[in-house]
Nanobody
Framework: VQLVESGGALVQAGGSLRLSCAAS????????MGWYRQAPGKQRELVASITSVGTTNYADSVKGRFTISRDNAKNTIWLEMNSLKPEDTAVYYCNAHCHDGGSWSVYWGQGTQVTVSS
């Protein structure tokens, strides 16, 4: 299973970005998927997650600004980020719980850089 993210960029504060993450490979089922981020010198933290039936969860710091969505037919999730702040600067990682026909495992993407300038 591979997760490929895209959409990271340099943007000014107040701007918007849309990240995408597509899962491919031998996938029988995908459970929860989510976005995490890691800023320099900080631990990786959950940004938003979404279950296979669309239940979402957000970090308090992004509530009202970020929206996670999902297309199960395409094994893809998106993260719409609005009103970006410099503190949103981080590498954003996609995460997915996938069943490959044998067992459930957690997979990570390679990360995409989001930089918000003030």
């Amino acid at each position: 299973v591979q997760l490929v993210e895209s959409g990271g960029a340099l943007v000014q504060a107040g701007g918007s970005l849309r990240l995408s993450c597509a899962a491919s490979g031998t996938i029988f089922s995908i459970g929860a998927m989510g976005w995490y981020r890691q800023a320099p010198g900080k631990q990786r933290e959950l940004v938003a997650s979404i279950t296979s039936v669309g239940t979402t969860n957000y970090a308090d710091s992004v509530k009202g600004r970020f929206t996670i969505s999902r297309d199960n037919a395409k094994n893809t999730i998106w993260l719409e980020m609005n009103s970006l702040k410099p503190e949103d600067t981080a590498v954003y990682y996609c995460n997915a719980h996938c069943h490959d026909g044998g067992s459930w495992s957690v997979y990570w993407g390679q990360g995409t850089q989001v930089t918000v300038s003030s």
